[in-house]
């Protein structure tokens, strides 16, 4: 059922929803790769097209504004982890991730080995992103 054991022990982490700042379900068209990471573009809830990044390295990630509506001041500061779960195409098995928020950006970067590795190969179109 899951992709790994990291999958399986950081799945029953994540919190309930009124801990959650923000929760958002990315579909993917299509992955586009690059030389060290693979970028895609996803509707923003404006209907406008956004541009992700996935790359390898230190895990975290960069969240962009218009696609997390979130407000420090009503659920306790900000963001500090974010949780990505997606559900591979092939197999079914289940991918989580937890990583730190490093801050905001102009798109979303996400940087995690796996997660590069697995869009390269195609293997996923949705990605779930719970911030806490």
Do not use: H
Not at 67 to 86: E, H, M, N, V, W
């Amino acid at each position: 059922m899951f992709f790994d054991g990291i999958s399986e022990a950081l799945f029953s982490e994540i919190p309930e929803s009124t801990v959650v700042k923000c929760r958002v379900l990315l579909n993917i068209e299509r992955f586009e790769i690059g030389q060290s990471y693979v970028t895609a573009k996803v509707q923003n809830r404006y209907g406008d097209k956004v541009t992700i990044n996935i790359q390898g390295g230190r895990p975290g990630i960069e969240l962009q504004e218009s696609l997390f509506k979130i407000k420090d001041q009503d659920r306790g500061g900000s963001p500090r982890y974010a949780y990505l779960l997606t559900k591979l195409i092939q197999t079914k098995k289940i991918l989580v991730r937890k990583l730190p928020v490093i801050g905001m950006r102009d798109w979303l970067l996400i940087y995690e080995d796996t997660l590069v590795e697995l869009s390269v190969k195609d293997e996923y179109d949705e990605l779930e992103i719970v911030v806490v």
